[in-house]
């Protein structure tokens, strides 16, 4: 394992102790419910949204004394929304995986029906743990923009509405431009969501909060580039997961359409154009995480 794959990684297990305490631990009558929301976040992962969130922050000066109180809840939230939203995929009405990360899907652990109500509750509890985050005199109006930026992200307008083309989709052909709206809303608008929160929580001024979508834009569609491109090259031990879905769903995807060498082309060129736009807010050595973990997310082999 390289010296990046350690930063992530121990990066990783910081933020999984970060939202540890926002998940919920409720009334004595619904434990299981409890169970399988821990489960279905804390089984693994790369923490990727939420470290996008952290390391944009720190990369535009936001402040250490604030992270706990006013970072932290976000962590979760974006954390939580990405977590429901994989619950939900794996769904026998979606993908009907019954592995992820290597271990049992949240829906083959725990039955259908409460799969269903995990991610209806991850949902829930990722609004409320952003709502929790503190607003100080100095972080006054912060919040409730960040916050309608992550409801926006999630919501119809983006991941859900690219979902709801993609599962519409399923067994016929797409169009190279219904395939990127999928891919902008479906992966993009989450990853979008990260930067520009980041951004907003730092203090950031407007334009940056927009170059900030702009290149997290770019890395979700390399992202789900070389998603593609794993789904046909990897392996299920490697991956963790089934790989070959979306030939056994018929699912159109850019390697279908425009071959295996051109979309790794388009993985190098969107990603160096996302790493121009951050070489624009230089911050020093506290900016070489940010793009550190962007470069390695679209060299990414599992």
């Known amino acids: 394992m390289n010296t990046?794959?350690?930063?992530?990684?121990?990066?990783?297990?910081?933020?999984?102790e970060r939202i540890r305490k926002f998940l919920p631990a409720g009334g004595e009558y619904?434990?299981?419910?409890?169970?399988?929301?821990?489960?279905?976040?804390?089984?693994?992962?790369k923490r990727i949204r939420p470290a996008l969130i952290?390391?944009?922050?720190?990369?535009?000066?936001?402040?250490?004394?604030?992270?706990?109180?006013?970072?932290?809840?976000?962590?979760?939230a974006i954390e939580m929304i990405h977590s429901y939203s994989l619950v939900h995929d794996d769904l026998p009405a979606m993908d009907n995986d019954r592995f992820r990360r290597g271990k049992l899907t949240t829906h083959a652990k725990y039955g259908h029906a409460m799969g269903v109500l995990a991610g209806d509750g991850l949902l829930n509890a990722a609004y409320e743990a952003a709502l929790s985050a503190e607003e100080t005199e100095q972080t006054r109006g912060r919040v409730i923009p960040a916050l309608r930026v992550l409801a926006e992200k999630a919501g119809c307008l983006g991941m859900v509405?690219?979902?709801?083309?993609?599962?519409?989709k399923t067994g016929?052909?797409?169009?190279?431009?219904?395939?990127d709206?999928?891919?902008?809303?479906?992966t993009g608008a989450l990853l979008q969501a990260a930067m520009q929160v980041g951004a907003i929580l730092a203090g950031a001024d407007q334009e940056t909060v927009e170059k900030m979508g702009e290149a997290a834009l770019k890395v979700g569609l390399a992202f789900q580039i070389q998603d593609d491109i794993l789904d046909i090259a990897s392996t299920t031990e490697v991956l963790g997961k089934p790989v070959g879905s979306d030939e056994k769903n018929h699912k159109t995807t850019y390697v279908t359409l425009n071959g295996m060498r051109a979309s790794k082309e388009a993985v190098e060129n969107l990603s160096g154009e996302a790493l121009s736009i951050l070489?624009?807010?230089?911050?020093?050595?506290?900016?070489?995480?940010?793009?550190?973990?962007?470069?390695?997310?679209v060299g990414r082999t599992v």
């Open 4 to 16: 990046m794959n350690l930063e992530m990684g121990k990066l990783a297990e910081e933020i999984t």
């Open 30 to 45: 619904q434990n299981t419910l409890d169970e399988a929301m821990a489960y279905s976040v804390l089984n693994g992962g």
């Open 54 to 76: 952290l390391l944009t922050y720190r990369a535009l000066g936001g402040p250490a004394e604030e992270e706990t109180t006013l970072v932290d809840p976000f962590l979760a």
């Open 161 to 168: 509405g690219g979902q709801s083309v993609d599962v519409e």
């Open 172 to 179: 016929q052909p797409m169009t190279a431009k219904e395939l």
């Open 181 to 186: 709206y999928v891919y902008r809303l479906k």
């Open 279 to 297: 070489s624009d807010y230089p911050g020093g050595k506290r900016g070489e995480p940010l793009a550190e973990l962007v470069s390695a997310l």
